[in-house]
């Protein structure tokens, strides 16, 4: 295969047209970039440094390995507001994601035609949280809400797209 | 040498542990609205129980839901990815026999065969049966097996079925002294030890050595088809710790999506 390709090797190559020399020429090729060589054979002069200090600049830049906690700030500059503290207190709770956002997604199916909206992560009375909800959304709309309450997971799904309704619910609430 | 080496990755687990619980601290600070669960410590090195203190589980990892489902999933994956299936049968060419055509194709009265071992004959090869190695391994995805996890220890907890120790050290090197101690507290005749790392105090390394109901782990090892086999699960308080930071973070990971990208056979 090696040889076929050294033999083959002038029909690969890059072909600058002399004439312009305004024209870019990008080299693009696999061929024109170096190979890896070892960091020893380098002209490069660097130095080992043991130094916890200069370590902890080097760790500030590493990205960290968890998602790190929030930091409460009086006002936001975007929409994200952080999840209350009182709203421990009620009857039910969703928690946020590991990302601190609301887990409310939406599933498409069916080409698009099927929009079903998964509330997830909630804990304790879902039932009550299902009816709240219901109501909230059935003023805006003509057809009855349907849901589906799955409180072995901690899910409910509605059939429709109702991701900004409830995200806006969840923020009058606290959640 | 190979004592020292050991020791060595002991000590550098316990500084990555030391670690994980800084990275960690982190998820500590969120409320919650389930509150964490409260369980006792308690002494093995008498018979009688003593209550030494409380510790908080974090309730992400003790109070989970208990998704049967995926402990189901998880047990039944455990038994298949190394399982590989023996099993085999011949196909035509690989049974004794059957070269020459039986009878000639026609003027004989009789439907034309050209082998005794087409697999319409009785005693010829068979069809689409079992081939042998056939693997069984897959990999389930890596959230079902941190929830599995989770789901598994806070089935135990909840249960009754989990303990926590200060620590696996035991006065004597008697096999009839864990026996007396399992019996009185009624952990049930099968009990899983699960200490932090992988070296035990000998103690109970001796005393558990005859016992064939009664076994050590450390918590590296911690699986959901060992947590379900044992009648009890005893955790020592560091192994605790560290199983809650290791599934913290796993939980909590920034890149989620790498975890969960498809599985590669030359993987690290």
Same mark, same amino acid.
């Given at each position: 295969m090696a040889s076929l390709a050294s033999k083959f090797r002038f029909l690969l190559k890059p072909k600058v047209?002399?004439?312009?020399?305004?024209i870019s020429c990008?080299?693009?090729?696999?061929?024109s970039s170096p190979f890896i060589h070892d960091v020893?054979?380098?002209k490069v002069k660097y130095e080992t440094s043991k130094d916890p200090v200069e370590w902890s600049f080097v760790e500030r830049i590493l990205p960290p390995k968890v998602v790190p906690n929030i930091i409460k700030k009086?006002?936001?500059?975007?929409?994200w507001r952080p999840q209350s503290?009182?709203?421990?207190?009620?009857?039910y709770f969703i928690q946020r994601n590991k990302n601190h956002m609301m887990p409310v997604y939406m599933k498409t199916s069916y080409r698009g035609m099927r929009r079903l909206t998964y509330l997830k992560k909630v804990q304790g009375d879902i039932w009550m949280l299902e009816k709240d909800l219901k109501e909230f959304l059935q003023k805006e709309q003509l057809k009855p809400i349907q849901a589906q309450v799955n409180e072995f997971v901690g899910y409910i799904c509605f059939h429709g797209d109702y991701v900004n309704a409830i995200k806006y619910w969840l923020g009058q609430k606290g959640f | 040498m190979l004592c020292s080496n050991l020791l060595k990755s002991n000590l550098k687990q316990l500084s990555n542990c030391l670690k994980s619980y800084s990275n960690v601290a982190a998820v500590e600070g969120q409320k919650h609205y389930l509150k964490p669960r409260q369980v006792w410590i308690e002494n093995?090195?008498?018979?009688d129980e003593k209550k030494l203190g409380l510790i908080d589980l974090h309730p992400d990892v003790f109070a989970a839901n208990p998704r049967i489902d995926i402990i189901h999933q998880n047990v039944r994956w455990q038994s298949l990815y190394r399982y590989v299936s023996f099993a085999h049968t011949k196909v035509r060419s690989e049974?004794?026999?059957?070269?020459?055509?039986?009878?000639?194709?026609?003027?004989?009265g009789k439907s034309r065969h050209?082998?005794?071992?087409?697999?319409?004959?009785?005693?010829g090869g068979i069809i689409h049966g079992p081939r042998s190695p056939t693997s069984h391994f897959y990999m389930l995805p890596f959230y079902t097996r941190v929830l599995g996890l989770t789901s598994t220890l806070s089935v135990k907890l909840a249960q009754d079925d989990l303990h926590i120790v200060?620590?696996?050290?035991? $006065?004597?090197?008697?096999?009839s002294f864990m026996q007396e101690l399992v019996k009185s507290r009624n952990w049930g005749p099968s009990v899983l030890f699960v200490d932090?790392?992988?070296?035990? $105090?000998r103690n109970i390394t001796v005393a558990t050595d005859?016992?064939?109901?009664m076994n050590l782990m450390p918590a590296y090892s911690l699986n959901v088809h060992s947590m379900l086999k044992y009648d009890t699960l005893v955790m020592t308080e560091a192994a605790v710790n560290r199983v809650i930071s290791k599934l913290l973070e796993a939980l909590n990971r920034n890149d989620g999506n790498a975890a969960m990208e498809k599985f590669k056979l030359d993987q690290v």
């Open positions: 047209i002399p004439t312009i020399e305004a990008r080299y693009s090729s696999f061929r020893d054979d380098s009086d006002e936001y500059l975007s929409e503290e009182e709203v421990v207190n009620q009857p | 093995l090195d008498t018979i049974v004794r026999g059957g070269g020459r055509k039986p009878w000639p194709q026609k003027g004989m050209s082998s005794i071992r087409s697999p319409m004959w009785r005693g200060k620590n696996l050290d035991i $006065p004597t090197e008697e096999s932090e790392v992988d070296i035990m $105090p005859e016992i064939k109901h």
